[in-house]
């Protein structure tokens, strides 16, 4: 490790020096940001302005997140949510690039199942709640359904597009060289496309995020969304924030490995 800081020059020690700086102001302002709207959020609700009742504040949140622990419900509903939601991606995901694989490899395939794709794509998905409480019940299988539902044509267009971009002259020069399809695909489409793999992975989180709620929303009897639903129903908005900053802690939270994912490819390719 020495060795390396030795061979730094001086103004690559500065760069590093001045890009970890800017990497704290940037976490700097953001909690402070955050401080800040909590703040305001706060006030307006404690001088009047705003009734607490209809737009809950922090307190009222912390307070009613803390009753959820101490009743011993709130690790069992996040709990649900987290694995149907996580249950969904990984499918959506595995499916999705295996799907676009198959279209990238047959021409045929991809012309003559590409107009349903984007019709599915179009389609919005909560018109098929009905028919998916028919198919599935009123268990975690449906809401698992739905999410897989919500982002496995994502994940296809994403993929498929990323695969089709691959550069031609390069395609090219590998057939000349006699390889094989199997070849091209895994020497040069495959290596291409992780920049896109991850960007697809960052939507996908967020798709899988509104597909598992959305079911939820349906069908449910536990979960993040059963929270957010019965709150509406009774009227306990502060449940309805409550479960609405969990979600967007968990969201977040699963962003952040997608993100250090992205940074341990990037470190790997770069050797």
Not at 67 to 86: C, K, V
């Amino acid at each position: 490790m020495k060795k390396k800081l030795l061979t730094c020059s001086n103004e690559h020690m500065v760069f590093l020096k001045r890009r970890r700086q800017r990497t704290i102001l940037v976490w700097a302002l953001r909690i402070g940001l955050l401080a800040l709207l909590l703040g305001v959020w706060e006030l307006v609700t404690r001088l009047g302005w705003a009734d607490p009742f209809l737009t809950s504040s922090p307190s009222r949140i912390g307070n009613t997140i803390a009753s959820l622990y101490r009743d011993g419900s709130l690790f069992y509903h996040i709990g649900i949510t987290l694995a149907e939601t996580l249950v969904g991606f990984v499918v959506a995901v595995v499916l999705g690039c295996g799907i676009a694989l198959a279209l990238w490899w047959s021409d045929l395939l991809r012309e003559v199942l590409e107009p349903y794709i984007v019709v599915l794509n179009a389609l919005p998905k909560i018109a098929l709640g009905p028919l998916i409480i028919i198919w599935f019940g009123t268990g975690s299988t449906a809401i698992v359904f739905m999410t897989v539902l919500v982002g496995i044509i994502v994940c296809i267009l994403h993929m498929l597009s990323a695969f089709i971009a691959t550069d031609k002259n390069k395609i090219l020069l590998l057939r000349s060289m006699g390889a094989t399809k199997w070849q091209i695909l895994r020497k040069l489409v495959i290596p291409s496309s992780l920049a896109s793999f991850i960007s697809m992975l960052k939507v996908a989180v967020g798709m899988a995020w509104i597909g598992s709620i959305m079911g939820e929303y349906i069908v449910s009897r536990a979960g993040l969304g059963y929270l957010i639903v019965y709150g509406g129903q009774v009227f306990k908005l502060d449940l309805v924030m409550s479960s609405t900053c969990i979600l967007c802690l968990l969201a977040a939270g699963m962003y952040f490995l997608v993100a250090l994912l992205e940074k341990a490819i990037v470190k790997n390719t770069d050797r």
